[in-house]
Structures are given as structure tokens and as C-alpha cells.
């Protein structure tokens, strides 16, 4: 059974709003039935679009019960601790959080900063062997899975080793055996997909967000913990490798293990920066060997997106330089093995033809340059990128809201036009926004010429036009009707009033209440409305009938009784001396 991806869409969350379009960097959302849901093969697991949702439609995929299952199975488990822990958790001592830990079942618990520490001695190993050179941390998954789908002519650049957490696993398995567990707990997820990469290394991948349901599941407090000596980390307590998760924290690893200028290495988080970092790259020839710190997350990895967002990052920066320990003077250990070289997958993207682009942008009523507002509603940077992905069918016509509002505006403005009675809504100054032709046809003795020497246009829908913002008591005499269901709230339906030689029946209602009303008016006097009124009557008279039948021994004299109470009403229907003619 295949793996569900690390980020998937709640369906019946999603409420269209297109944020996870705009906030995901490489747009990879394909939108189909109203849903916007992640396209695996195009995602970096940036978590922009976790972020960004305002409903919390897209969701992590959960693995604590794989995490769960591997304790009960008899193995060692070890927990690899991400070193952004101590400003998720602050006032937590190391030992109460490593005493939790191991009350959940786990083994031991180690710092991922120690692999940062490998990382960075091979890192300062690899620019002194090839002066010259360009590299790119391969710290970050997300980086490098955006290098390697969107941007392959970097693809050489990234240094040729195992990740920290990578880097930490093998280190873990060296010291306890390889017939360990290990669990990382951080507030990253692409590293879920390091663990699908390398099974070998790595077991399950946890989010601090996990951690916290799984110790409050478990009623375990961390502040009530005591801290003992006994509950350390293990093998030993990271140094400056606890820097990595803040922007630049890299630089502190490398140059404590050996002489290199600071301008060599350079630091740029957030995605947006990553690109603006990339371009023309390649074609740089430098001296020096050239080191860049690339994250995903803005600001790095303090800022991920499974962390405390309950605190400013400058806050939680302060917490991490705080916890780190100086870089130790004694030697190094010897470098282990991490050497891992990275394969591009770069992204297929179609090319389509102008005249491909023209066509998907008429199919949203965008006719020319003009047309194009580039306004960003449908979660592309502009329209054309929007057509590109209607072409890919990543996205749906519906998402336009230029269209959107024009398709509605014509659903609504056929409907009036075809409806038989006559139709005003009015704002609520009462002045007309919207009618239809029956209307102007119905109040055209009323209505005002424009003082214009030209002959006034007879066209009824020409005319609908000529009154909006018009003042509906200059078109009809009864616009106080009108302001007493504004003023009141309560509707007026199925009101009879008498207009010049007409009965009108009336309904009055609010579309949207104090500030938006809608008239409906039948002349119940021409042929239509007397036949509508003759057959809606007759069908009372047939219903009441075959009630009758069932019970014609007792109900026959009620019956006829009732039968003519309808059929005199239907003659008094046509009276029109009993209609009000001074409506209140």
C-alpha cells in the first residue's frame, strides 16, 4: 500500500481561498472538484502551504503510531533530538525533556547537533581539497530537493555529504549497533522524506507538535520532571553544532574547525532568497573555495513550521544561542564516513505555445492584455501563469474571481431578464442597483425622461441600464414599503396592491439584511397571472376532493361546504374593488 504523502488536504477544510497557491513557492497545488491538494512529484516540503492555510485544511501526515509500534517491538530506540528543542521548550531543563523521553519507552536520547559537527569538519575538509569551488550545504532536504527539481545546473554544487540527521544516524548506529531504532523528533517535515530515502538510516520522523500530544496523552508534565544527572544526553552533550538551526549557525561549526576567511561562507534562508542566491551562480569563478548555508524556512530551522509559533523568532533565537556550549579546544575525533552524492530530479515542465496561452485565457473571458489584472486572487503571480496551470490542469476556471464575478453577474442578469414578473433591488439609500426589463415595461409611465434633446431609447434593457442609482420613489409610488422592510426587518410577501388600472402582488425581502432589497411585482391582472391563479385555485379544489373520497361518509356536506368557500374565492380574486388601493 503506497505511503500517504508527508502533507495531504483535509477536503472538507478547504474553502477555496487559494492561499496555499500564493504562499507555495514552486506551485506545487493542483486544484480539481474545488480542492487544492499538494502534487508529490513537484513538492519541496516547505510547509509554506501548512502555514498559510487558514482553515488548517493541509495537514502532516501523522507517524506517531509508527513511532508507537517501534517501541513495542523489542528493539533499542534512540531518539535523535533536533537543537531547535531548546527554544520550543523553554524553561525545560535537557534532563527533564531526556527523563520524558525515556518514560515514553525510548532507549536513549542523543542531539542531532552532533552530526552538525561531523557536517562541519567535512565541510572545511571538502573547500581545502578543491580551491575554487562553489559548494551547497546539504543540510537543508528542501533545498535540495528544490535544487535538484528546479534549478539540476546547480545540482554539482551540493557538497557530497550525508545531511546532520543522516550524519547523526550512522553516527548513532557506530556507537549502539545497527540493530537500532532511531526516531527523530524536530520541527521539520521534509526530513520524513529522509526517512523514506534512507529506511536504512533512519526509522520515523516526529514533529515537536507529535511530541507534545503524545506527552499530553501520556499526562507526563515536563516542568514537574526532575532533573537528575543521570538523564544526559547521549554519547555526549553537542557543542557549537546546537547553532544549526539558526541562520548562519553553520558558520561557527566550520571555522571552529579550522582557519577560513568569514567571507567564504555565506547564509540565506527562506526560499525566495535561495533563488535570488541561485541565479547566475554557476557562472561564478571565484578565487576561493565558496560555501553557502542555504534553508528553506525563513530564518532557518528555528523558524520551521512545526515550531513554537507561541514566541517571536527572535525569541527563540536568543534560546538557541543561549543552550549552545563554546566549541571545545581539545582535538576533533577522527571524520567518519558521510560522503553521499545527489542525484537531480529535475521537474518536466510543459512549454506551451502563445496561441495554447491565448486560448486558456478567453476560456476565463480575457480577450486581450487588458484583460489581464494579474491580480493574484487565483494564487498565481499573474494571468498567465494561471493559464499555464489550466493548461496542466492544476487549476480550474473557477479560481479566477474576475470570472467568477462576471459569470455570476451574467447568471443573475439573464435570470432577471427572462423572469415574467418584474424585478428591482435597491441598496440601502434605496436607490436601484439592479431591474429588468418588466420592470421599466411595468413602471414606464413613472419613470422619468432624461432631460436630453435626443429621443429617450424605448429598449427595456437599454433602459434598466439608464436607472441604476436612480431613486426608487422617482420610479414607483410605493417605495415606502421598501423602507419599512428595511427599517423593520420583516418581509412583505404576496401583498395585493392597486396600481393605476393593475393589481399588483408584492414581495418585498432582503438579500442582505439593512443593506440590500429585492422587489418581485405580478400584474395578476393580465391573462398570465388570472390563468396561474384559476389553476392554482381549481388544484386546492381537486385536493380537497380526493381527501373527501376517502372519507365521503362523514365529510361530503364539510366538503362541498369548503369547495365553495374556494371557488367564491377565486371569483373575489378578480374583483378588484376589494383590493386595498392606499397600501401602509
Not at 7 to 15: K, L, S
Not at 115 to 120: F, K
Request: hydrophobic residues 40%; aromatic residues 6%; negative net charge.
Amino acid at each position: 500500500m503506497a505511503q500517504l504523502h508527508s502533507i495531504y488536504t483535509e477536503t472538507r477544510e478547504c474553502q477555496d481561498c487559494h492561499k496555499c497557491i500564493r504562499e507555495c513557492p514552486v506551485k506545487a497545488i493542483r486544484v480539481q472538484d474545488g480542492y487544492a491538494r499538494v502534487v508529490p512529484e513537484l513538492c519541496i516540503l516547505c510547509g509554506n502551504c501548512i502555514l498559510a492555510c487558514p482553515n488548517h485544511a493541509k495537514q502532516v501526515r501523522d507517524d506517531l503510531p509508527a513511532a508507537r509500534a517501534l517501541l513495542t517491538r523489542g528493539r533499542r530506540v534512540v531518539v535523535s533530538l533536533a537543537p531547535s528543542f531548546a527554544a520550543q521548550f523553554p524553561g525545560v531543563r535537557p534532563q527533564q525533556l531526556v527523563r520524558a523521553l525515556k518514560q515514553l519507552g525510548f532507549f536513549a536520547v542523543s542531539e542531532t547537533a552532533l552530526g552538525a559537527q561531523q557536517v562541519s569538519a567535512n565541510v572545511l575538509d571538502l573547500m581545502r581539497s578543491e580551491p575554487g569551488r562553489i559548494w551547497i550545504s546539504s543540510a537543508c532536504p528542501s533545498v535540495v530537493d528544490f535544487i535538484g527539481k528546479y534549478h539540476p545546473e546547480c545540482q554539482d554544487a551540493i557538497s557530497p555529504l550525508l545531511s546532520p540527521l543522516l550524519t547523526h544516524c550512522r553516527l548513532l548506529r557506530r556507537h549502539y549497533g545497527s540493530d537500532i531504532a532511531i526516531v527523530f523528533i524536530g520541527p521539520c517535515i521534509a526530513k520524513k522524506k529522509e526517512a523514506e530515502r534512507h529506511p536504512e538510516l533512519l526509522d520515523v520522523v516526529l514533529t515537536f507538535e507529535d511530541l507534545e500530544r503524545w506527552l499530553k496523552e501520556e499526562n507526563i508534565q515536563l516542568a514537574q520532571i526532575p532533573a537528575t544527572q543521570a538523564d544526559a544526553f547521549a554519547p555526549e552533550q553537542a557543542r557549537e553544532g546546537s547553532l544549526y538551526p539558526i541562520e548562519g549557525g553553520m558558520i561557527p561549526g566550520v571555522t571552529a574547525t579550522g582557519k577560513i576567511s568569514g567571507s567564504q561562507i555565506m547564509s540565506f534562508s527562506g526560499i525566495a532568497n535561495v533563488e535570488q542566491s541561485l541565479k547566475g551562480l554557476m557562472e561564478w569563478k571565484p578565487e576561493q573555495s565558496i560555501f553557502l548555508e542555504l534553508t528553506a524556512c525563513a530564518g532557518s530551522c528555528v523558524n520551521g513550521p512545526k515550531s513554537a509559533r507561541s514566541l517571536s523568532v527572535a525569541r527563540r533565537r536568543y534560546q538557541i544561542v543561549e543552550f549552545a556550549q563554546p566549541a571545545a579546544e581539545t582535538p576533533r575525533p577522527p571524520l567518519m564516513d558521510i560522503v553521499q552524492h545527489y542525484a537531480p530530479s529535475p521537474v518536466q515542465l510543459e512549454e506551451y505555445t502563445e496561441t495554447q496561452i491565448r486560448d486558456a485565457l478567453r476560456t476565463v473571458g480575457k480577450y486581450s492584455a487588458e484583460d489581464e489584472l494579474n491580480c493574484g486572487g487565483c494564487g498565481y503571480d499573474s494571468c498567465r501563469e494561471f493559464a499555464r496551470a489550466l493548461i496542466a490542469r492544476n487549476a480550474e476556471r473557477m479560481m479566477c474571481a474576475t470570472y467568477t464575478r462576471k459569470l455570476a453577474q451574467k447568471k443573475a442578469n439573464a435570470l432577471l431578464r427572462k423572469m415574467p414578473a418584474a424585478v428591482v433591488i435597491v441598496d440601502e439609500e434605496l436607490k436601484i442597483i439592479e431591474c429588468n426589463g418588466n420592470f421599466v415595461r411595468l413602471f414606464s409611465d413613472e419613470i422619468q425622461e432624461p432631460k436630453d434633446p435626443r429621443p429617450p431609447n424605448k429598449d427595456p434593457f437599454v433602459r434598466t441600464q439608464e436607472l441604476e442609482g436612480i431613486a426608487l420613489d422617482s420610479v414607483i409610488p410605493f417605495s415606502h414599503l421598501f423602507r419599512r422592510v428595511l427599517d423593520a426587518g420583516e418581509d412583505i410577501v404576496n401583498h395585493d396592491i392597486r396600481y393605476q388600472r393593475s393589481i399588483l402582488n408584492s414581495s418585498i425581502f432582503a438579500i442582505e439584511p439593512g443593506a440590500v432589497l429585492c422587489g418581485i411585482f405580478q400584474d395578476i391582472t393580465e391573462p398570465i397571472f388570472q390563468k396561474e391563479q384559476i389553476i392554482t385555485r381549481a388544484r386546492e379544489v381537486i385536493q380537497k376532493n380526493l381527501k373527501t373520497v376517502q372519507q365521503i361518509a362523514y365529510l361530503l356536506g364539510e366538503n362541498a361546504a369548503d369547495s365553495e368557500i374556494i371557488l367564491n374565492s377565486i371569483v373575489r380574486s378578480f374583483s378588484p374593488e376589494e383590493v386595498d388601493e392606499h397600501p401602509q
